[in-house]
């Protein structure tokens, strides 16, 4: 039986050790005092349900390609492809990105990775997108947000804190529209019902009924949503 692959994190934060799976491989979340001889049993534990999550990442991205970040190359943006136009100028101080049609043209100084630039977009056009859609779901909802964040989670899309922030992640522009559309509504919900509780999900359906589809594809997705 082969070993599985995996990179080992110590967080101050976790109470127990838990695995993540995504696109960049395996890693081992670990407490800061938790033993490095259990975590070889701990992963082998885990190997029926990571080897399943593998399988099952790799058919994604049969079906969502993953970005080529290169000249000549595309990525996703709320379901359409883009090609990327990279040009390196010796002469610029600072990186310019700019869609034109279907088309993602860059300018980059020397030593500016495509893939840095290419976030930086995205986090700007994030809020360009995210802003009008929580203040329309806000509005009919009745209700209304305090502030509007931009991050980059690794393992969460939104979220929305007791005082009415909202947070959003920018990876979400790498999904179809309908999905970006979800977690809004999903997120403007818990401004009245905080938890996960049936009233939350009742509420939700209401709002959203097709709620269960789009929450399944980011479960079934969310690993490609990457650069």
């Not at 840095?116 to 700007?124: C, F, I, K, S, V």
């Not at 979220?159 to 959003?168: D, E, I, K, L, V």
């Amino acid at each position: 039986m082969t070993s599985i692959p995996y990179r080992i994190r110590r967080s101050e934060r976790a109470r127990h050790a838990r695995i993540l799976v995504d696109g960049s491989g395996v890693e081992v979340v670990v407490p800061r005092r938790f033993p490095l001889r259990e975590v070889e049993p701990f992963v082998e534990e885990k190997r029926a349900w990571i080897e399943r999550t593998l399988r099952r990442m790799r058919q994604t991205e049969l079906e969502l390609p993953p970005a080529r970040l290169e000249d000549g190359g595309e990525v996703w943006y709320l379901g359409e492809r883009l090609a990327l136009a990279v040009r390196v100028d010796p002469s610029r101080r600072r990186e310019h990105v700019a869609r034109r049609g279907a088309e993602l043209r860059m300018a980059l100084p020397p030593g500016v990775a495509v893939r840095d630039a290419l976030e930086r977009w995205y986090r700007r056009r994030a809020r360009a997108e995210v802003a009008p859609r929580l203040d329309a779901a806000c509005a009919r909802a009745g209700t209304t947000y305090t502030a509007l964040q931009i991050r980059g989670q690794r393992t969460r899309w939104a979220s929305c804190s007791s005082n009415g922030a909202m947070s959003f992640n920018w990876r979400l522009l790498l999904a179809p529209p309908e999905i970006l559309d979800y977690v809004v509504e999903h997120e403007v919900a818990h401004l009245e019902v905080l938890d996960h509780s049936s009233r939350f999900w009742r509420l939700l359906a209401s709002r959203c009924p097709d709620w269960r589809v789009h929450e399944a594809w980011l479960r079934r997705n969310g690993h490609a949503l990457r650069l």
